[in-house]
T-cell receptor, first 110, second 113 residues
Framework: QQKVQQSPESLIVPEGAMTSLNCTFS??????FAWYRQHSGKAPKALMS????GEKEEGRFTIHLNKASLHFSLHIRDSQPSDSALYLC??????????FGTGTKLQVVP | AQTIHQWPVAEIKAVGSPLSLGCTIK??????LYWYWQATGGTLQQLFY??????VESVVQLNLSASRPKDDQFILSTEKLLLSHSGFYLC????????????FGSGTRLLVI
């Protein structure tokens, strides 16, 4: 069964810093890799996704996937206090099943 | 634009009582639909998925059932609630294209007492 693990569990970074979040998975046949952001008491919202090896950048956010290493990451440039939230990584097969990690709680302090 | 609506927003129910949660997607034909559950402080866990009307697949057995009576509607239900059913229930949809993302509804918060 697919295992998805995130690190670190929690992170405190100063405003303006680069934040790096990590996610490992166990099924090399996975096809969809995503990061979600969830504010307290709210539904998760998709931030970025990637389907093939490499990197994708959208604004301050960059997602990087290395299927051979069973690892993908999210990097947040110039972190802001509004970025403080729970970050969830998720891995999916062909679209029927999406498995989530346990989350990284990010706090950006002014 | 596609919209996803979940109801009710929150419920407080007694152990042993029935439950029905709903989800409607507008503006998207034949979406893939999903139910997720998140215990307080817990991991988001997929419960069911449906790729077409009348067809629902279970992912985790939690004494819950799901149905898709219409193309744009997904229902989660049980006849007898347990304390362990408390949590945050989320409906999501995904397009059928290979590069489609998942979009979540705003969720239903359930407390079983």
């Amino acid at each position: 069964q697919q295992k998805v693990q995130q690190s670190p569990e929690s992170l405190i970074v100063p405003e303006g810093a680069m934040t790096s979040l990590n996610c490992t998975f166990s099924d090399s046949a996975s096809q969809y890799f995503a990061w979600y952001r969830q504010h307290s008491g709210k539904a998760p919202k998709a931030l970025m996704s990637i389907f093939s090896n490499g990197e994708k950048e959208e604004g301050r956010f960059t997602i990087h996937l290395n299927k051979a290493s069973l690892h993908f990451s999210l990097h947040i440039r110039d972190s802001q206090p509004s970025d403080s939230a729970l970050y969830l990584c998720a891995v999916s097969d062909s679209g029927t099943y999406q498995r989530f990690g346990t989350g990284t709680k990010l706090q950006v302090v002014p | 634009a596609q919209t996803i609506h979940q109801w009710p927003v929150a419920e407080i129910k007694a152990v042993g009582s029935p439950l029905s949660l709903g989800c409607t997607i507008k503006g998207k034909s034949s979406p893939n639909l999903y139910w997720y559950w998140q215990a307080t402080g817990g991991t988001l866990q997929q419960l069911f998925y449906s790729i077409t009307v009348g067809q629902v697949e279970s992912v985790v057995q939690l004494n819950l059932s799901a149905s898709r009576p219409k193309d744009d509607q997904f229902i989660l239900s049980t006849e007898k609630l347990l304390l362990s059913h408390s949590g945050f229930y989320l409906c999501a949809w995904r397009g059928t294209g290979a590069n489609s993302d998942y979009t979540f509804g705003s969720g239903t918060r359930l407390l079983v007492i």
